[in-house]
T-cell receptor
Framework: DARVTQTPRHKVTEMGQEVTMRCQPI?????VFWYRQTMMQGLELLAY????????DSGMPKDRFSAEMPDATLATLKIQPSEPRDSAVYFC??????????FGQGTRLTVV | GDSVTQMEGPVTLSEEAFLTINCTYT??????LFWYVQYPGEGLQLLLK?????DKGSNKGFEATYRKETTSFHLEKGSVQVSDSAVYFC??????????FGTGTSLTVIP
């Protein structure tokens, strides 16, 4: 059963620390999305890639966030330095051509 | 630009009641339309989809019809169950583009 895998599922860190979230898209999917979900803002698109190239990262705070796809099987989202307002659930999703998006189970980040 | 507007929640219904969650969209051309469901602590799962005008998507008793004349894709279910309690998201996408999600509608079904 193909699925998007995100690690870690939960992360608690102190303010100022670096956080790295990882996503393994479904094999063969060429588009990867990063979303952030909070109660106040709902689901926000942070960035997305096609064939490993970033297409849009306008939703991401550039000073502290970075997203990369080192290879076709791994997408990463880094926050450095982390702040309490970054506390949220971060979702990765992938798709191929005109399919629907398949979501991972998310990384719940708490910055204290 | 493209956007999706969803009915505000939360919605609370008794078991076996009829459900409608309204969704309208703004888009050029002919996007594909989706309903996703999110259960507590989980990611979003596809519930149903429609890729062209007048298509009806259906799954698990839920239905939605792609209405281009009213730019709508309302979600309906004839008889809800407690297990349908979740957050429902309407979304659209153009081929090769990003997804646009609505704000989500929380549904609670009480026995």
């Amino acid at each position: 059963d193909a699925r998007v895998t995100q690690t870690p599922r939960h992360k608690v860190t102190e303010m100022g620390q670096e956080v790295t979230m990882r996503c393994q898209p479904i094999l063969g999917h060429n588009t990867v999305f990063w979303y952030r979900q909070t109660m106040m803002q709902g689901l926000e698109l942070l960035a997305y890639f096609r064939n490993r190239a970033p297409l849009d990262d306008s939703g991401m705070p550039k000073d502290r966030f970075s997203a990369e796809m080192p290879d076709a099987t791994l997408a990463t989202l880094k926050i450095q330095p982390s702040e309490p307002r970054d506390s949220a659930v971060y979702f990765c999703a992938s798709r191929i051509r005109d399919s629907e998006a398949f979501f991972g189970q998310g990384t719940r980040l708490t910055v204290v | 630009g493209d956007s999706v507007t969803q009915m505000e929640g939360p919605v609370t219904l008794s078991e076996e009641a009829f459900l409608t969650i309204n969704c309208t969209y703004t888009a050029t051309g002919y996007p594909s339309l989706f309903w996703y469901v999110q259960y507590p602590g989980e990611g979003l799962q596809l519930l149903l989809k429609a890729t062209k005008a007048d298509d009806k998507g259906s799954n698990k008793g839920f239905e939605a019809t792609y209405r281009k004349e009213t730019t709508s894709f309302h979600l309906e279910k004839g008889s809800v169950q407690v297990s349908d309690s979740a957050v429902y998201f309407c979304a659209l996408i153009h081929p090769g583009n990003q997804f646009y999600f609505g704000t989500g509608t929380s549904l609670t079904v009480i026995p």
